[in-house]
């Protein structure tokens, strides 16, 4: 009976030396939820490779002598269903050098984006993008619209004056100015593409902008082009012939009045856009007041006001750009009925202004912002001159002036001022001033100019980032 008593006893301690006794997890990050891992003993063999579990943002593994337990600290996390440290915190975006790494929900990388311009931290993590002059927050959002592209094999026309036009909205500025935004995350101008409206346009990607045809925001006659015509300079005709508008340029005199009236009418005076609030084109130049029965000769509108923006990438410009001001109408005998009123031509509006700012720029194309040219003079009854011509690649000539009487003045071209118009009984009106081309990049980076620009690129200015 001893004998049994003794055998029970020793079958009961050794049962109770093999039960697993669950340990309590180790200390934890503050706000971390602990997982409980399941460590051995110590001396008690483990599986060597398993996973033990997570405690706070350390996970835990059996070593290979299936003994020791390795700790291992987790940067973004310890996560208990995958068995693993996390490799980046889930659903977060953060700056790894240059580049804005994107975490999935999994705690694995699920993206890396090169960013030219470098990474920002500030805010949520994104890649750096240019501050454009004139419109400083259009880029602060990426685009709804992931591309746009005006096809190469057809005219492709864009009014600035339909809203739905302005995909990225229309941004107000002073003196109730307007800019409509063409928004997408990349353009191509592939076909040659007319932009017309009262609003100044600004073509806007987030990476890449290309392009390979034309872009036309040009003046037509006394109608200006978008954006362009905000402001008049030139004195209109009257007797003396109309004074043609400033820019780049001083704008053309308009001819004297002949023997009744020998002064002229001054040309506009130079205008520089970056010290304006606003950004808009090219001005027009003066009309003579309007009158419901006789005629009364009108000013050339000014070139339009465009603006080509990548975000964050290139600007490549191989395609033409014609911002060209308009040619001034005629003048003449200014009444219907018997009699002479002879009236001066009016004077050639100013050439548009065209910006391009990017992380790059490259230009290889053509660039024409030419004034356009005054209006011609007749001094016969019921008699008008001929206008002058509208500016597009070459030089605008003023209008032809009919009974020995005078010609308008040829428009501003490349680094040749506009003329005056020749004096008479119905003088020439004054040529209008060459616009301006300007390039915005970020500090260091030089823009690249292989193409022809007429008038010349403007100094390089610079663009911060954020």
Known sequence: MKNLMMFAALIAA???????????????????????????QPGEPCEPGAFLGCSGNIAKRCAADG???????????????????????????????DAVQTCGADGLVASTESCALGCSSDGSAHCAHIVPQFLPT??????????????????NTLDTDVNASCTGGIVPQLSGLTVCVVRAGTISVDG???????????????????????IDVAARGSLSGPGGGQRTTGVPPGKAGGGGAGAKQVGGNGGSGGEFDNGSNSGGAVHDPLISPTFDGGAKAGSAPANAVNYRPRGGGGGGALMLVSCTGRVRMAGTIEAGGGGGQAGGDGITTAGISL??????????????????????????????????GCSGNSCKGANGEDSIRARARGGAGVASTGVGGAGGFGATAPN???????????????????????????????????????????????
Do not use: H, K
């Not at 669950?22 to 409980?36: N, S």
């Not at 065209?354 to 660039?367: D, F, I, P």
């Open 14 to 40: 050794g049962c109770a030396a093999q039960t697993t006794t669950q340990q309590t997890p180790g200390d934890t990050d503050a706000g971390v939820d602990p997982v409980d891992s399941a460590d051995p």
């Open 67 to 97: 003994v020791t337990v390795i700790e291992e600290p987790c940067d973004s996390g310890c996560n208990a269903g995958t068995e693993r440290c996390n490799e980046c915190a889930p659903n977060a975006a953060t700056c790894e050098g």
């Open 138 to 155: 259009v880029c602060d959002a990426p685009a709804t619209v992931p591309s746009l592209v005006f096809p190469a094999g057809q005219q």
């Open 192 to 214: 040659p593409l007319r932009i017309i409206g009262s609003r100044a346009v600004a073509v806007v990607a987030d990476d890449g902008l290309d392009v390979d045809n034309i």
């Open 343 to 376: 009236l001066g031509g009016a004077g050639g509006g100013a050439g548009g202004y065209a910006v391009l700012q990017g992380a790059t720029v490259t230009v290889s194309g053509l660039l024409f912002a030419g004034g356009g040219g005054g209006g011609g």
């Open 420 to 466: 005056g118009g020749a004096a008479g009984g119905s003088p020439g009106g004054g040529g209008g001033s060459v616009g301006r081309f300007q390039i915005f990049t970020p500090a260091g980076v030089t823009p690249v100019i292989a193409g022809t620009a007429q008038p010349a690129f403007e100094p390089n200015q610079t663009v911060t980032t954020r």
